[in-house]
């Protein structure tokens, strides 16, 4: 009887673990303002909290049950940033330079935060003609713009989830 109530006991503890992450953004671009930026703790497709950072770029979220998560920084006129993490004990620490701009010519093939490589497709900039304007239509590129700025701009696109890459 003992040892039976032993092992609900350990099995009970494992199962209920939760922790905190902590984290700090550190902005590149002196012209934004951490009172807009939000922060996500995804889990798979699923929104499991949300948050504003304080003034200074910190976050915290109490009471996640021990996992696999994705973190997305979302801030207008920004590429949204997501970063997947693992939460196995009490707290974690997660130092975070935003926005980041860097995926554009790695020359890896592109992948999209949710983790599919299919239906991403090249992002063109500038004023399209009619041959681009057919690709567009058959979802074969996506249109960017006209105007590029420096090394901010996404070079690929998700049809599924209609996301910059």
Request: net charge positive.
């Amino acid at each position: 009887m003992k040892l039976i109530f032993l092992l609900l006991l350990i099995c009970s503890s494992a199962i209920g673990q939760v922790g905190e992450i902590n984290g700090h953004i550190n902005l590149k671009d002196s012209t934004l303002d951490y009172k807009y930026i939000l922060v996500y703790v995804l889990q798979k497709d699923t929104v499991v909290s949300t948050l504003v950072v304080n003034d200074n770029g910190d976050f915290k979220i109490h009471n996640l049950k021990y996992g696999n998560y994705t973190l997305k920084i979302e801030l207008l006129a920004a590429r949204d940033y997501f970063q997947d993490f693992s939460l196995n004990s009490n707290s974690i620490f997660l130092n975070i330079d935003y926005p980041t701009c860097s995926f554009a010519k790695s020359g890896k093939k592109p992948k999209c935060p949710f983790g599919h490589s299919d239906n991403i497709i090249p992002t063109v900039y500038g004023l399209p003609n009619k041959k681009m304007i057919n690709k567009a239509e058959k979802g074969i590129v996506h249109l960017g713009g006209c105007e590029m700025y420096a090394d901010c701009n996404s070079y690929f696109f998700c049809k599924i989830h209609s996301k910059a890459l």
